[in-house]
Each structure stands twice: as structure tokens, then as C-alpha cells.
């Protein structure tokens, strides 16, 4: 009986073995009915699960910063504006960067943080016993070293989109913060835009019944910006690989439409993606290589395990208007945010009726009249954000939602709250950089999406 059993598990063994050189995946995989599975590496003796994670309330928030070029640099600007939260320390790879930031510190008559530069200064920072978080905006191939470093360094960490760049990458972020339990937040922006914000609540509220199909992007001509990245870093990335390397602004806020590992799982992943046209006029502009992977756009399309559909598009190469999609369609209802705004409600689900309009005449074949549609967004708008929208536009940050999103960060750490992102939000919704380049890879074979929780989701 012994012998069977170490006899099968030295030919599962050698079956991942066997099939992971020719999949070209940061894990072994294998290959049943045409499906691609990577394999789920086992938890560790005694390491739980972190659904639901809390942690020690933190009166003042301190705070590291690692990276400061565009993103990073706002942060610091943002933070300054948020009570309770203090920045104690600032790396970048450029100690220039590092004395600008210090220079904004001291405009606000804030106190000098502790500097650290260099391709190994963040160490030092994480190692420090005053930080309580660190946040980290460098270039994706860093993010996932930096945050397992400082969390097994004790500090929460908030970092940029994507989290990670490879399932590998994924599972060390779900890893580190089960065995640590220090809070691991991917910073998606993008759910706490206020349409989508506000669509969420009336999601919750059942407004469009339930919600089967969905559909968001990053869409975004980067013509502007390829020279402002530092060192070229993202131009580089996605010369080397295809799959959408960019897909959290899409999938996070409509993965919380269909509360993914709360209610439902992705189950597997199809990608396509086109040929590179101006990806490859750009390389050969910027970088002076013919050669360039990622293509222009690239379309994937998820089912869950409970028979719903996700439709994720990239393209930061054409010349075409900004768009994340956002689209849901419910069994009742119907919302999209781009190109144009509009929700498609039956009017016996709107509770608050104004006097004068024909609700009977709402059956969801067209949008709603602007009356209806703004009195839906007042009414649904979260509290959290209407406590503080007057101050987010102010500040900004997109508009404001990167200040909502900091202060939500900072509310939950400072009251030991969870966070409205867990590390499985981060790991799913950064996955799909390599699932999809392993589809596309594969004659755009169906790739199974790892269940990050390892089945705790629905226990
Ligand atoms: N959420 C959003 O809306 C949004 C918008 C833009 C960018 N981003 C993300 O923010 C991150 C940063 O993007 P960016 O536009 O600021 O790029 P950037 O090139 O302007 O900044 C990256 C910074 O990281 C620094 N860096 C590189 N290696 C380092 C190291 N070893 N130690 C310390 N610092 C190092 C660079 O010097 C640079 O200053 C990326 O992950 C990007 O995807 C998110």
C-alpha cells in the first residue's frame, strides 16, 4: 500500500516535471483535456489561511516609501494630507529622487525622513523597527522581492499594481502574509473610482440582480509617458513578454461585482492577443530592437466556478481614448462606465421614487433618464467616500480616488480593521499576467486560475 503511494506520487512528480520546461511557467504544470494547470504548492506545517486578517490597531500609521518616480513621489504628497500617518523613511534607487521628496517634506514643514538610495537601499528600510508599513512603487519586477522582505521584516505592505508578475510571485505574497500575518494590500485605485465605487453598493443591494457577466480594461494610450519611466523599465517588461502585463485596473472592481473567493472562484482563463504593430514601431524607436513581445491588444475571458464570465482587455499602444470598459450585466440590470455612464434599472427596484417620473416605463431596454441616474449615485455612494469626496477631489490623485483609497488604508490600520483588499485579491487579480501569456503561448489553451485560498474560501 506504502509502495502504490510513493510510486504514484513519483509519477505525478514526474509529470509536472515533465510538462513544465515545455509550458515555460514560473511553476511545473500539466496538461489534462487541453487544459493547462499549474501546480499548487503545499502550505506550510501550521501556516492558516488570512481571510479576514486584523491586526493591532496603530495609532500613528509610520510609513516607508520605496520608489519615487511618478507614482511614489505623489504618494508622499498624498500622505501629507492624512492625519494619523507619518513618513519616516523614503528610498529610490536615485538619491536625487530622494532629496526631491525631502524637499516636499520640509515645504510642509514635516520632518526629514530617513533616506536610503541604491539598487539595495530598501533593505535598510525595510529592516527598520520604526516602520509600521511599507508601500512600494517601484517597477513591477521588484514589488514581490520588497514585499516579502518587509513583511517577514514585520511591516505591513501596500503595494502597486500588478502585485506580482508571475503565479510563483503570487504564491510567495499569499505565503508570506499567511505565515507572518502582516497585512498584504495591492493598491487597485480603481475600485474606489466613485462610479465604481457606487455601482458596488447597488451590486450589494441587488439592483441589477445577479450580475453574470463583466467586462473591464486597461485601455490607455501610453505614447505620452514611455520616457518618463525610469530607465525604460515598462517599455523593457513588455518587449519581453506577452499576456496582458496590466490587468488589476480591469479585473479588481468587477472581480468585487462577482465577490471573487467570498461568493465565487475563477475557474480558467482564454487569451488571444493580436500582433504587435506599434509596440514594435516603439521598440524600435526607444530601444533599438526589432524584437517585441507583448501585443497591441490583448483580450482575455474568464468563467467562475459559478458560471459567470469576465472579459479583461489591455492596450497601451493605440491611438484610441482612455477606457477601463467597467460594464456589468445582471439578471435586472445593467451598468457602464465607458465610453459613456449609464445604468439600466427596472423601476420597481428603485426604492427612492421622485415625484413626476414614470418608473413603469424603466424595464432596463435603455438607460435611465440623468434625474434617476443622479439620484441612484447619491443614494448609493459609500459612506466612506462621502465623508471625504469634498477633500479627495481636493487633494486628488485620479481625481481623488488614490486619496480615498489611502485614507481607506489608514482608517483600517489605525481602528486593526481588515483591509478591503486581501492578499487573494491581489494574487488573483495579478495572476492573469502570466495565465494569459501562457494561453496565448499555448494556441490560447484554457489555463486553470489557482485557488489562492486553497479551498478556505468556501469552508
Ligand atoms: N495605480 C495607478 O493608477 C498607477 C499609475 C501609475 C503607475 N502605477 C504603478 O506604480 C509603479 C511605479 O510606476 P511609476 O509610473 O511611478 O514608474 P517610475 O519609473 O516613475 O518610478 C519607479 C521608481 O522606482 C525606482 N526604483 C527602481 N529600482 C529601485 C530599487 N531597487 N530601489 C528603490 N527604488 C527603485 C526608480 O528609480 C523610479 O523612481 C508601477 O508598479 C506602476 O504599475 C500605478
Known amino acids: 500500500m506504502k509502495t502504490t503511494k510513493y510510486l504514484l506520487a513519483a509519477l505525478a512528480a514526474l509529470v509536472f516535471v515533465g510538462c513544465s520546461s515545455r509550458i515555460d511557467a514560473s511553476l511545473p504544470a500539466t496538461v489534462k483535456d487541453g487544459t493547462i494547470t499549474l501546480k499548487t504548492p503545499a502550505r506550510a506545517p501550521g501556516q492558516v489561511h488570512a481571510i479576514g486578517l486584523a491586526a493591532d490597531p496603530i495609532d500613528t500609521v509610520r510609513i516607508g516609501f520605496i520608489g519615487l518616480g511618478m507614482r511614489g513621489d505623489d504618494a508622499v504628497r498624498r500622505y501629507s494630507f492624512i492625519e494619523g500617518t507619518k513618513t519616516v523613511a523614503l528610498c529610490d534607487l536615485y538619491p536625487d529622487r530622494v532629496s526631491k521628496a525631502q524637499v516636499f517634506l520640509s515645504s510642509k514643514g514635516l520632518p526629514e525622513a530617513a533616506g536610503y538610495d541604491g539598487e539595495d537601499g530598501w533593505k535598510a528600510l525595510c529592516e527598520r523597527s520604526d516602520v509600521d508599513l511599507v508601500y512600494i512603487c517601484t517597477d513591477w519586477k521588484h514589488h514581490t522581492p520588497m514585499a516579502v522582505y518587509a513583511m517577514e521584516h514585520g511591516k505591513h505592505v501596500a503595494i502597486e499594481v ?8 503570487c504564491w ?5 502574509c499567511e505565515r507572518t500575518r502582516k497585512h498584504c494590500i495591492m493598491l487597485e485605485n480603481c475600485v474606489y473610482d466613485f462610479f465604481e465605487a457606487t455601482v458596488l453598493e447597488m451590486a450589494k443591494a441587488g439592483l441589477f440582480g445577479e450580475i ?8 490607455h494610450n ?26 488589476t485596473h480591469g479585473i479588481g472592481p468587477v472581480c468585487q461585482l462577482l465577490d471573487i473567493h467570498r461568493k465565487d472562484l475563477m475557474d480558467y482563463v482564454v487569451s488571444m492577443d493580436t500582433d504587435s504593430f506599434n509596440g514594435k514601431k516603439l521598440a524600435a524607436e526607444k530601444l533599438g530592437t526589432e524584437d517585441f513581445a507583448n501585443g497591441d491588444h490583448t483580450v482575455s475571458l474568464i468563467r467562475t466556478q459559478r458560471g459567470k464570465q469576465i472579459e479583461i482587455q489591455h492596450n497601451v499602444y493605440a491611438a484610441r481614448p482612455y477606457s477601463r470598459m467597467y460594464q456589468a450585466t445582471g439578471t435586472e440590470g445593467f451598468a457602464n462606465k465607458y465610453p459613456v455612464k449609464g445604468l439600466a434599472i427596472k423601476g420597481k427596484a428603485i426604492t427612492r421614487k421622485q415625484e413626476g417620473l414614470d418608473y413603469d416605463r424603466l424595464d432596463g431596454e435603455r438607460f435611465v433618464p440623468k434625474e434617476v441616474y443622479d439620484a441612484l449615485m447619491d443614494e448609493y455612494k459609500p459612506s466612506y467616500i462621502r465623508e471625504i469626496e469634498q477633500k479627495a477631489r481636493e487633494v486628488g490623485g485620479h481625481g481623488g480616488m488614490d486619496f480615498i483609497m489611502d485614507s481607506r488604508l489608514i482608517y483600517c490600520l489605525r481602528n486593526g480593521l481588515p483591509l478591503d483588499m486581501d492578499v487573494y485579491d491581489a494574487a488573483e487579480w495579478s495572476c492573469l499576467t502570466e495565465l494569459s501569456r501562457i494561453s496565448i503561448e499555448n494556441g490560447s489553451a484554457p489555463v486553470k486560475v489557482p485557488d489562492f485560498t486553497r479551498g478556505d474560501w468556501n469552508r
Do not use: C, T
Not at 162 to 169: D, F
Not at 172 to 176: M, P, R, T
Open 162 to 169: 500588478p502585485a506580482a508578475m508571475s503565479i510563483k510571485e
Open 172 to 176: 510567495a505574497l499569499v505565503d508570506a
Open 212 to 219: 453574470y457577466h463583466v467586462e473591464g480594461a486597461y485601455i
Open 222 to 247: 501610453l505614447d505620452p509617458f514611455w520616457d518618463e519611466y525610469a530607465d525604460n523599465w515598462r517599455l523593457l517588461y513588455n518587449a519581453q513578454f506577452r499576456g496582458d502585463n496590466y490587468p
